[in-house]
């Protein structure tokens, strides 16, 4: 039984009975999907030090406390309204905004939330074998915490359906866990959300790269005339943040290790056989997961992404920074592959729409890469990590279906073939990384040998504090 109390919210929940009847209905079937498709092995008899979202006050938004993982307190929160606050883009500028859905984009802000909501339990189900391979407890929690805000933001994006979208958003609600990556009859919708990770090099890439293309999504969204759709991604975007968080931390922590072992081993040793993870290896997983991500944010010319806009359903990341809103008569320079060669054409710019907010994404994505680098330095290391050229290794858009190498040279089918595991991870570089994470590291302050301690603990604990709890 759930009661609103159950539910944290800043919705009014207990006043709006329909609204909590609809949720008390769908709730029994999250939890079942929550066990059957969420992290295996740590339903029952562990309880994780994790936080939850209380309310959206910057000062407490959250609180700490151990929970066995089935009994988290999946809530809905948006953030606090803007007063007066007016569409900020498109063919409606300036106007008040929506606080319910105009019947004739119906459709198109179903599809939007549809979209987003399926991507959220898609990750959960990605990573539910992590946990077994799990290279400290302070690992294992971050992974559990990012597992249950993933589950909060579906529960964010199911408010919305039934809240504004009737009989439609109730189907489409339970759908949202019908549903499954990977699988070949009922995949999950978007690509990058279909393939496995199962080891923690792939948990920190997707959580550095996929996770940020979900920051790119949330920012276009928190544009929206739909102010609950606006106000309730304003909110994850401060889920989110931490996401990254765990990615980039993960990230730069196994390079640390890395360079020590290096040092250890005599630079000219393969750092394999002291239990490291090399550079390469780690680059052809960055090449995977940013190519991977860069295809979810659409193909580069694109009627629909002009309708979002016109429409004011989804802006531009940060659309008050741009001088003109409306955007009507621009043009966007764009580099197209025609006959072997790139040429470049004006587009207009509303069609642009999903390359402007990819820019976006790239710069925020190349940022993050600098402060990796930092870490060779500091070293004194020559090597370096870099983004691959935004041709590589695409499935959507004008990209897809010819071949570039990471520097944007295009490859004949033949020499892509002969290559592509120099760029992209190998079954061997997975049965390597398998080999090192077969053992979980169980023990409180102790880490695997591929993967340097962090700075400091989660809130304020210490690095060896006993993140979660094994119950007899
Ligand atoms: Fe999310
Ligand atoms: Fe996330």
Redesign the pocket.
């Known amino acids: 039984m759930i009661s609103a109390e159950k539910i944290p919210n800043n919705v009014n929940l207990s006043s709006n009975k329909r609204l909590q009847r609809a949720l008390e209905h769908w709730q029994p079937k999250y939890i079942q999907w929550w066990r059957d498709m969420g992290p295996q092995g740590f339903q029952d008899y562990h309880r994780v030090y994790v936080r939850t979202a209380i309310s959206v006050d910057p000062e407490g938004w959250a609180h700490f406390e151990y929970v066995k993982l089935p009994e988290y307190r999946w809530g809905i929160f948006l953030a606090d309204p803007t007063p007066d606050r007016r569409i900020g883009f498109g063919d409606f500028f300036g106007q008040p905004v929506w606080q319910e859905v105009p019947g004739e984009f119906r459709n198109q802000l179903r599809r939007l939330i549809v979209t987003?909501g399926d991507?959220?339990p898609a990750?959960v189900e990605q990573q539910r074998l992590l946990g077994r391979r799990c290279p400290s407890l302070y690992d294992l929690r971050n992974l559990f915490q990012v597992n249950v805000?993933?589950g909060?933001?579906?529960w964010a994006m199911v408010y919305l359906l039934h809240s504004y979208f009737g009989r439609d958003g109730r189907d489409e609600a339970e759908e949202l866990l019908e549903r499954q990556s990977g699988n070949r009859d009922k995949p999950r919708i978007l690509e990058a959300f279909n393939e496995p990770i199962d080891n923690w090099l792939d948990f920190f890439m997707f959580t550095m790269f996929t996770?940020r293309d979900?920051k790119s999504q949330?920012m276009s969204l928190s544009e929206s005339s739909l102010d609950p759709l606006s106000r309730t991604t304003r909110f994850?975007l401060t889920?989110?943040a931490h996401?990254m968080f765990v990615g980039e931390t993960g990230i730069a922590r196994i390079l640390e290790r890395t360079c020590q072992l290096m040092k250890q081993a005599g630079y000219s040793e393969d750092v394999r056989k002291v239990g490291g993870i090399d550079i390469p290896t780690i680059q052809k997983h960055l090449n995977q997961w940013f190519s991977l991500s860069l295809d979810l944010h659409g193909s580069e010319v694109s009627s629909n992404a002009a309708s979002y806009f016109a429409n004011g359903l989804k802006g531009r990341a940060k659309e008050d920074t741009f001088d003109e809103h409306i955007v009507k008569n621009a043009y966007y320079n764009m580099e197209f592959f025609e006959d072997g060669k790139p040429v470049t054409k004006d587009v207009l710019m509303r069609n642009a729409m999903n390359e402007v907010l990819r820019d976006w994404y790239v710069g925020d994505c190349a940022a993050g890469v600098v402060r990796w680098n930092r870490i060779f330095e500091a070293h004194g290391m020559s090597d370096r990590l870099k983004l691959p050229d935004r041709k590589f290794h695409r499935g959507i858009g004008m990209y897809s279906g010819f071949h570039f190498d990471p520097d944007g040279v295009p490859l004949t089918a033949g020499q892509w073939e002969k290559r592509k595991y120099d760029w992209l991870p190998s079954e061997a570089d997975s049965e390597y990384l398998l080999s090192i994470m077969a053992e979980p590291v169980y023990e409180p302050g102790t880490f695997a040998n591929y993967i340097a301690p962090p700075r400091r603990g989660v809130n304020q604990q210490p690095v060896a504090f006993e993140y979660v709890r094994t119950e007899q």
Do not use: P
């Open positions: 987003q991507t959220e990750s805000e993933e909060r933001h579906l996770d979900g949330l994850m889920e989110e996401h």
